[in-house]
């Protein structure tokens, strides 16, 4: 080789060595680290696990620069105070659900869940086609956040109890775990309905503290051990219909991303909200068997007669929901205008197939 030519090539290693070097340091800088805060348990199933899920795909899809670490209930700020903590930018992220946030504005029970409101379909037609998340986008912008819906549990059971319920009078100084507009529900009949996170249930069940809960369903009910305090387990929940569940972003740190790492975070919720809510009806089937005929469970179902009073009440507490400032109103009304189309339809479409399904021809 000639003194030139290898001096020539020496130059283009050297070169191509210090960009090497300069990209390394380059490229980690334009690593963007994001705290996400949940109101779920660790590796809760379905929720908590769905979260981790969320934030991984977020931090695989950018490959690598958006890197999502999660922080469970507790871990960084208690689960109640994760919107508070996004919302203040001590957190970029929350997962969880919106009814937790009715004391800043009864407006965010809409986008998770209200008494006899919309199912999972529903809501996530509303939101997408409806004009909910223009709605939503507008209640949540007043706290400096936006938000998605990032997961959905599907009808949820009407829960856990230390006594049959018969009728309304049963309720009457009940003492039930159950957030929402459906706690103010049971309040109006005469219940102590209080909010408790996740992991403050079992002990408040098992001390005493309180009388009954609802959770979710038989999947998370089964993994949290109701069935070792309560044997009476009742259906269907009128509460939450379609329980939405949701990522808010700061909107600061959302404003700062670019039009890529916006999209990569829209299509890791939307891919979420179908993953969790397909867990969690491939899982209840399975986990119900298993409380009735290993830990002999006792289902019920709630009387019609019970059933017909809290939805009188439900109609009235989601309609004051609606009348409690203008911009509630504005989402009611989108709300209300929805279901009445929605259960139209549903009557003869879903409702009307798994009412045919049921008949005894052999299948």
């Known amino acids: 080789m000639k003194r030139r030519d290898f001096l020539r090539g020496a130059t283009v290693a050297g070169v191509a060595s210090a960009a090497s070097a300069l990209a390394a340091p380059a490229l ?15 590796n809760f199933p379905g929720l908590g696990t769905g979260a981790q899920r969320l934030a991984d795909s977020i931090t695989a899809m950018s490959e690598g620069k958006l890197k999502v670490t999660l922080y469970s209930a507790g871990e960084l700020v208690p689960a109640l105070e994760s919107f508070d903590a996004v919302s203040g930018g001590t957190a970029d992220m929350y997962h969880g659900a919106e009814y937790y946030w009715q004391g800043k504005n009864k407006a965010f029970n809409f986008f998770a869940a209200v008494p006899f409101g919309l199912t999972a379909n529903e809501m996530d037609a509303w939101v997408n086609y409806g004009g909910g998340q223009q709605l939503w986008d507008e209640l949540s912008a007043k706290f400096n956040i936006k938000p998605f819906a990032a997961g959905n549990t599907g009808v949820q059971m009407a ?6 319920i018969k009728s309304v009078e049963d309720y009457k100084g009940l003492k039930i775990r159950m957030p929402g507009l459906g706690g103010e529900v049971l309040r109006r009949l005469g219940a102590a309905a209080v909010t408790l996170p996740g992991g403050e249930i079992f002990p408040a069940l098992q001390s005493g503290a309180i009388d009954a809960t609802e959770w979710v369903g038989p999947w998370n009910d089964l993994a949290f051990g109701f069935y070792k305090v309560t044997k009476y387990y009742y259906w269907p929940g009128f509460h939450e219909p379609g329980s939405t569940l949701s990522c808010g972003m700061n909107k600061g740190v959302w404003d700062s991303l670019d039009a890529g790492q916006k999209s990569i975070i829209q299509v890791a919720c939307a891919a979420e909200n179908n993953r969790m809510y397909s867990e969690f009806n491939a899982k209840n089937g399975d986990a119900l068997v298993t409380l009735v005929e290993k830990h002999g469970v006792k289902l019920r179902q709630m009387p019609n007669d019970v059933m017909m009073k809290i939805g009188e009440i439900s109609g009235e507490v989601v309609r004051e929901t609606g009348q409690s400032d203008p911009l509630a109103q504005k989402v009611y009304d989108s709300f209300i205008k929805f279901r009445k189309n929605a259960i139209a339809y549903e009557k003869i479409s879903s409702q009307a197939y798994a009412n045919a399904r049921l008949l005894p021809f052999k299948y």
């Open 28 to 42: 980690a800088q334009g690593v963007r680290e994001l705290k996400m805060v949940t109101t779920w348990p660790k």
């Open 159 to 164: 829960g856990w109890y230390n006594k049959e």
